[in-house]
């Protein structure tokens, strides 16, 4: 299972969906958010996207003008784990983590 598909399956388990009882609106906020970014995380892994997005995390890669190291990039997309959005994303993951039974993802 990819982190996004994994993340989409998180966010239709019942306790998450529970949690976000009443509040629909903010739901599809967190859930469009975390998959932005579980998007941007499983981009990192060499074989995801590299015709569009050849950085990943393991291995260097060529541009127009140098082999660039992953230890020497940025990742800036990544930025968005320092937003609050992010910071629910953490939580979420968290609570996958510890209630993974209950949650039911298999």
């Given at each position: 299972m990819g982190?996004?598909?994994?993340?989409?399956?998180?966010?239709l388990s019942p306790p998450i969906r529970e949690?976000?009882?009443g509040r629909t609106a903010q739901?599809?906020?967190?859930?469009?958010?975390?998959?932005?970014l579980a998007r941007e995380i499983e981009k990192l892994l060499p074989a995801?996207?590299?015709?569009?997005?050849p950085e990943n995390a393991k291995y260097p890669w060529a541009n127009a003008q140098a082999v660039i190291s992953p230890c020497d990039h940025d990742f800036?997309?990544?930025?968005?784990?320092r937003d609050p959005g992010g910071r629910t994303f953490l939580k979420l993951l968290r609570?996958?983590?510890?209630?993974?039974?209950?949650?039911?993802?298999?």
């Open positions: 982190f996004e598909k994994f993340m989409r399956a998180l966010f949690g976000y009882e739901l599809r906020q967190v859930s469009r958010s975390a998959l932005a995801v996207d590299v015709q569009v997005s800036s997309r990544l930025s968005l784990l609570c996958a983590v510890e209630r993974f039974d209950a949650i039911g993802l298999r």
